[in-house]
Every structure is written in C-alpha cells, then in structure tokens.
C-alpha cells in the first residue's frame, strides 16, 4: 500500500466509530471516586486516569475487630487495627481492564493481645497463678511505616466499574511486645520479668523463622464512579 494512502486509511478508520461509543469515550472524565473493602481495611479511594495505559490511586482504609484467639494454652482477647494510607500507581499494559500496580503504603498496622487469666499458666518456664500474673499484654506492630506494595488486578473502564486487586505489602517482620502488670515485688517480680522476657525472645524467633511473615498479602474488592 503506498505510504501517502495510510492518512486516508486512518480517516476512514476513525469515521467508522460509532457515534454513540465516541460519545461516550468523550463523556468520561479523569477522575473517578470509590469505596474498597480489602485485607488493608474498608474506605475512599479516589484515582485519576492520565490516559487509557496509565493511573493514579490514593485511599485510606480502615478497620478495627475484636475476637478471642488460644495462644500457647493461652486465651488472648484480640484487637487488631488497620490505618493505613496507599498511593499507588497503575500501568494497564495492554489498554484494557487488566493492570500492574505498584506504590506505598503509609503502615499503620497493629495487633493487640489482652491475656484472659482462669487458671495456672506458663511463662517463660514459670507456672504462675493468675494473682501473681495479674494483667499480661502482647502487641504486635512493624517498625516500618512506609511499605513497598506491588500487585496485579482489573478494574472496569466504563463510568462505573468494579475493581479486584491481589497485591503483597513489604512490610518487615512483626516485633512482639508482651508486658504484665503484676502485684508481685522484689526477686519475685525480677524473676517473673525474666520470664516475660525469655516468652517474648520465643514468640519473636518464631516469627523471625517465618520467611512470608515478612509479606502482608493484599485481596481488595471495590467499585467507582468516574467523572
């Protein structure tokens, strides 16, 4: 085909879009506002798409549960807390719903454990009675607050779209911190820190060992509306 007939062949290309699907291409705007439940926390993501290939996201997630969890023989009242911030971008490869996600996540995960004392339990190598223990609390958090996030995902490209991410966060591995506050004095309460200690030394090699303990996997599901 000459080459001076490929201006005309693009003309005749564009003229034969339908009306109705140019309208609509025209009629979306860049921004789009939506609502994500996910394994970060449940909130508003707002996203701004700079071209059919390439976008940006930014949300805020939050969650807060309760529940009982058994623990070395021990029932922990658990409460973990989700505060997290993502600025994310978005690279559709291949122009369609498919995309490639890469960006930050602003940490701010915690886990808190309150210890419920019924009868004799073991500390460190210790077996105290709940009156001598009286409180023991175990948290667990990350020493890093911004975190790397790398995923893959599809999100509808009309004015309303439904969005399905899968993505990990490089978070570090969890630090645990156990602390009681006991009735106990002198060499009994020196001895029952050094448990306390010995139990939290245990429980943090534990996760060390664990290679994906230092991976958060991410699973999120939403909807927006672009404007």
Do not use: C
């Not at 448990?195 to 994906?212: H, W």
């Amino acid at each position: 085909m000459p080459t001076k007939s490929l201006p005309l062949l693009a003309a005749l290309l564009l003229a034969s879009v339908p009306p109705a699907l140019a309208q609509r291409s025209n009629d979306l705007g860049l921004v789009a506002a939506g609502l994500t439940g996910s394994t970060l926390g449940i909130g508003p993501e707002v996203s701004l798409h700079l071209s059919p290939r390439l976008g940006l996201r930014a949300g805020y997630h939050y969650l807060s549960l309760n529940f009982e969890e058994t623990v070395d023989e021990v029932s922990y009242d658990i409460s973990p807390d989700w505060r997290n911030l993502t600025a994310l971008v978005d690279l559709h490869p291949f122009g369609n719903a498919f995309r490639l996600t890469g960006g930050l996540v602003l940490w701010n995960t915690s886990v808190k454990g309150e210890a419920v004392l019924t009868g004799p339990v073991t500390i460190g190598d210790v077996v105290y009675q709940p009156a001598q223990v009286g409180s023991l609390t175990g948290t667990a958090d990350y020493s890093r607050t911004i975190a790397p996030l790398v995923g893959l995902g599809v999100a509808g490209r009309g004015r309303f779209a439904v969005m399905f991410d899968l993505g990990i966060v490089m978070t570090g591995h969890p630090k645990v911190d156990l602390t009681v506050n006991s009735p106990l004095t002198g060499a009994e309460r020196a001895q029952l820190d050094a448990e306390v200690q010995k139990e939290e030394a245990s429980a943090q090699g534990e996760i060390d060992d664990q290679p994906l303990a230092k991976y958060y996997p991410v699973v999120s599901l939403g909807f927006k509306i672009r404007f």
